[in-house]
């Protein structure tokens, strides 16, 4: 296993903790901060053949990027709507990241199954009929561009 990789994974909790608290601060200071951001500064950080580990680049996240971000998770953020960093959304993308499954297939994994559960627990959500189906898409601008799409159709 290559070192830098190596070495993250022996300290991988200690590391997701670091980011859990990241991610804990960011959301507690939403209500402070202002929407708009600064600009990150003109010095860029040079790639290495080693890289920087996950401790080097969440350093560097923190330090260079963090306050260049809008606040759109925020209360007074009201421009495009990008999403909703709320727990169980956080949770949610966390675990999709963990578990790495395609749903593809029903071969090897629960995956399709589960989303067949969750499209599911939607539609009952929304009183649509049994016959009423649906399928999941890699994110915000792929929905739109089904939704389009059948819309035309």
Do not use: C
């Amino acid at each position: 296993m290559y070192s830098r990789l190596e070495a993250d994974a022996t300290r991988t909790p200690l590391l997701l903790q670091e980011v859990r608290d990241l991610a804990v601060r960011s959301l507690a200071e939403l209500g402070e901060q202002a929407v708009a951001t600064k600009r990150p500064g003109s010095a860029r950080s040079v790639l290495t053949a080693d890289g920087a580990g996950l401790e080097g680049a969440l350093r560097q996240f923190q330090n260079r990027w963090k306050h260049t971000f809008s606040t759109s998770p925020g209360p007074r953020y009201l421009g495009f709507v990008v999403g909703g960093a709320t727990p169980a959304a956080i949770a949610g993308d966390w675990l999709t990241s963990v578990f790495d499954q395609n749903a593809m297939s029903e071969i090897g994994s629960g995956a399709a199954a589960f989303e067949r559960e969750t499209l599911d627990w939607i539609r009952q959500l929304l009183s649509l009929p049994a016959s009423q189906s649906g399928a999941f898409v890699s994110g915000a601008t792929m929905s739109n561009d089904v939704g389009l799409a059948i819309a035309r159709e």
